[in-house]
T-cell receptor
Framework: GAGVSQTPSNKVTEKGKYVELRCDPI?????LYWYRQSLGQGPEFLIY????????DSGLPNDRFFAVRPEGSVSTLKIQRTERGDSAVYLC????????????FGPGTRLTVT | GDSVTQMEGPVTLSEEAFLTINCTYT??????LFWYVQYPGEGLQLLLK?????DKGSNKGFEATYRKETTSFHLEKGSVQVSDSAVYFC????????????FGQGTILTVHP
């Protein structure tokens, strides 16, 4: 079956602009996770959803970052007033339920803020 | 909070050499432990996992044993291949990291023929 997909694969934006990153989880997976991976580092947790609700958003760095999952499937990570320090690979993962089973990762969106 | 520390890389080995990548963790409670691998140009994949103390996870010739007394989960392989060249990440879930994964910084492995 299809894995986790993320769009776009690459995004270049200017400082101060707004961006949206999309994640399509594996069908039937109720839990969805967002991570951010800077060059040479391991992924860092941002937020995860169980169904439509954000179960843990403790990793969001500030209020410029926001994520939604309105129908419990596709999720969008939204970044306002982008800064150069936001440049990273944004990874999405899904699992059957939060805390259960393997997390399957998408290929990531590489965000570059110029 | 929970954290994971991996040995610094990069690690360079000849084919058929023995591999160890050290991983230690700090966590409250009883986390599950994982090794993920990222091959060049590919996404993160689960390599192996262990969910309780003394469990051994294994896959593709790789092994790691959950050692609660030393809070470690070292990755080993008896004979590496060129195709094992990748970035390896140790991670934990559970404890105060319920649901989410906490990753180490990653170790780059390069295997030469």
């Amino acid at each position: 079956g299809a894995g986790v997909s993320q769009t776009p694969s690459n995004k270049v934006t200017e400082k101060g602009k707004y961006v949206e990153l999309r994640c399509d989880p594996i069908s039937g997976h109720t839990a969805l996770y967002w991570y951010r991976q800077s060059l040479g580092q391991g992924p860092e947790f941002l937020i995860y959803f169980q169904g439509t609700g954000a179960a843990d958003d403790s990793g969001l760095p500030n209020d410029r970052f926001f994520a939604v999952r309105p129908e419990g499937s596709v999720s969008t990570l939204k970044i306002q007033r982008t800064e150069r320090g936001d440049s990273a690979v944004y990874l999405c993962a899904s699992s059957l339920n939060a805390g259960e089973g393997e997390q399957y990762f998408g290929p990531g969106t590489r965000l570059t803020v110029t | 909070g929970d954290s994971v520390t991996q040995m610094e890389g990069p690690v360079t080995l000849s084919e058929e050499a023995f591999l160890t990548i050290n991983c230690t963790y700090t966590a409250t409670g009883y986390p599950s432990l994982f090794w993920y691998v990222q091959y060049p140009g590919e996404g993160l994949q689960l390599l192996l996992k262990a969910t309780k103390a003394d469990d051994k996870g294994s896959n593709k010739g790789f092994e790691a044993t959950y050692r609660k007394e030393t809070t470690s989960f070292h990755l080993e392989k008896g004979s590496v291949q060129v195709s094992d060249s990748a970035v390896y990440f140790c991670a934990l879930s559970g404890g105060t990291s319920y649901g989410k994964l906490t990753f180490g910084q990653g170790t780059i492995l390069t295997v030469h023929p």
